[in-house]
Nanobody, 126 residues
Framework: QVQLVESGGGLVQPGGSLRLSCAAS????????MGWYRQVPGKERELVAT????????????GYADSMKGRFIIFRDNAKNTVYLQMNRLKPEDTAVYYC???????????????WGQGTQVTVSS
């Protein structure tokens, strides 16, 4: 089993910054794509950013939703099985619960399973 634990959420003023962290633990052989999604009440969960493993084609290339480009940065520390989301120039519309997602293989022979964290609240308000 694998657990993803997010941290770093909180209350921040418009224009401010926050850094979210998500650490994976448990039975881990490899982690492929890791990503961040967010959700507000009454709406579907939406993609924020993803980053592929450095061992895959297109090593470590990040991808962002259009509204986050230039403001958010996703990066990962493979030695720590951790993915980060640096959020800058935050806007009230960025308020949401942010979820971490990761594709994990428990061994070379097992198929990849995708896991979700429990979510961390980010509130942007003055």
């Amino acid at each position: 089993q694998v657990q993803l634990v997010e941290s770093g959420g909180g209350l921040v003023q418009p224009g401010g910054s926050l850094r979210l962290s998500c650490a994976a633990s448990g039975t881990i052989f490899t982690i492929s794509t890791m990503g961040w999604y967010r959700q507000v009440p009454g709406k579907e969960r939406e993609l924020v950013a993803t980053i592929r493993s450095s061992t895959m084609t297109g090593t470590g290339l990040p991808g962002y939703a259009d509204s986050m480009k230039g403001r958010f940065i996703i990066f990962r520390d493979n030695a720590k099985n951790t993915v980060y989301l640096q959020m800058n120039r935050l806007k009230p519309e960025d308020t949401a619960v942010y979820y971490c997602n990761a594709g994990v293989k428990a061994s070379w022979s097992t198929p990849e399973s995708r896991y979700w964290g429990q979510g961390t609240q980010v509130t942007v308000s003055s």
